[in-house]
């Protein structure tokens, strides 16, 4: 017997990346529902060579789902998470909302799968911020070698992390460039086209913005408390794949053909490196895979035990709905959760 799976938020970016995953993936699931928000109610989405209508979020019972993938934003995941858990429902949550609760596992597989074991808590999981996803794949194995003491990373992120909205208003102000038309700003803060913003979420006290931060909590929360970060986050007018300049700082010694041997044989990692013109990875290139690629590997002499890397990934996928699908096998993988019993 195959599993239910809810998808919440199915008309979104990376809703509709969830639904593609699965089928690629091909998830033991019996029966995938759709589900938005009431005004998106009759709407068709692609599962495959199958069309679902979405039907509501408010109005479906959940008792007899068993999986539900959320990615409709932190409210309404505040809201019906808790609600969809206490159905026996296990929720994989795409959003900032339940990151940082200590009773809910922040999960990248290949970094801490075994974090996974206390879901049951809220029958809760989140998915962590998609920059740090990324990073993370990369940096988890040579943290295993090495132990790195201190992060510097740079982001540069995609349009689409700010969802449809962001695309949209690249596309839009591109457009109105050529054609010598006024450039609306209404998404970022000031134009993205042929521009780049240094400035992602809200600016906080200490003068981060929360996606830096969030940068450092997560990093800490599922690879090691004791790691020093410190993180900017821009970004550029590109559609999918955010990139990152990673300075490292290790415990041990480490040189970069080290590194490049570790990361190859890491799950989930793709090394493209050499030292020639073309000889990396760029966004790009990166739409559609569900690798994380590493570039740029190189010895850092200005610190003791330092390298420096270059990591590209599609952040709709890795950084966000692969992730989550990837999550939802490793709960079936290690038979943490089985399909409901279906009435006869």
């Known amino acids: 017997m195959g599993f239910k799976v809810a998808v919440v938020g199915a008309?979104?970016?990376?809703?509709?990346?969830?639904?593609?995953?699965?089928?690629?993936?091909?998830f033991p699931a019996d029966e995938v529902v759709a589900l938005a928000s009431r005004r998106s109610q009759g709407t068709e989405v692609s599962y495959g060579d199958r069309t679902l209508k979405v039907r509501a979020l408010d109005t479906y019972d959940f008792s007899d789902t068993d999986i539900a993938l959320m990615s409709a934003g932190g409210?309404?995941?505040?809201?019906?998470s808790p609600k969809i858990g206490r159905q026996g429902c296990v929720v994989i949550d795409n959003s900032s909302a339940w990151r940082y609760d200590a009773d809910v596992p922040l999960i990248v597989p290949e970094v801490n799968p075994d974090a996974i074991d206390q879901f049951a808590r809220r029958n809760i999981i989140a998915n962590p911020n998609c920059s740090t996803a990324q990073m993370l794949v990369a940096l988890k194995p040579l943290h295993d070698a090495a132990t790195i003491r201190r992060i510097v990373v740079s982001t540069y992120?995609?349009?689409s992390g700010a969802g449809k909205e962001g695309m949209d208003e690249l596309f839009q102000q591109t457009r109105a460039v050529f054609v010598a038309d006024p450039v609306e700003a209404k998404k970022f803060t000031k134009r993205i086209a042929f521009n780049v913003i240094p400035h992602i979420d809200?600016?906080?006290?200490?003068?981060?913005?929360?996606?830096?931060?969030?940068?450092?909590?997560e990093t800490k929360k599922m690879l090691d408390p004791k790691i020093k970060v410190t993180a900017t986050c821009v970004r550029v007018p590109v559609f999918i794949g955010h990139s990152e300049a990673v300075n490292l700082e290790f415990e041990k010694p480490i040189t970069a053909d080290e590194a490049r041997d570790i990361l190859r044989e890491a799950p989930g990692c793709l090394v493209v490196d050499k030292h020639e013109n073309g000889g990396y990875i760029t966004p790009i290139e990166s739409a559609g895979e569900d690798a994380t690629y590493i570039s740029r590997i190189r010895e850092d002499a200005t610190v003791e035990n330092g390298l420096a890397l270059w990591i590209v990934s599609d952040n709709l996928r890795k950084g966000a709905a692969l992730n989550a699908i990837q999550i939802a096998e490793l709960l079936v993988a290690k038979g943490l959760i089985q399909p409901k019993q279906k009435a006869a």
Request: charged letters at 30%.
């Open 11 to 26: 008309t979104g970016n990376v809703g509709r990346e969830m639904l593609n995953i699965l089928e690629e993936r091909g």
């Open 75 to 80: 409210n309404v995941s505040k809201e019906w």
């Open 157 to 159: 992120q995609s349009v």
């Open 202 to 217: 809200v600016f906080m006290e200490d003068g981060y913005t929360k996606e830096e931060w969030k940068m450092v909590a």
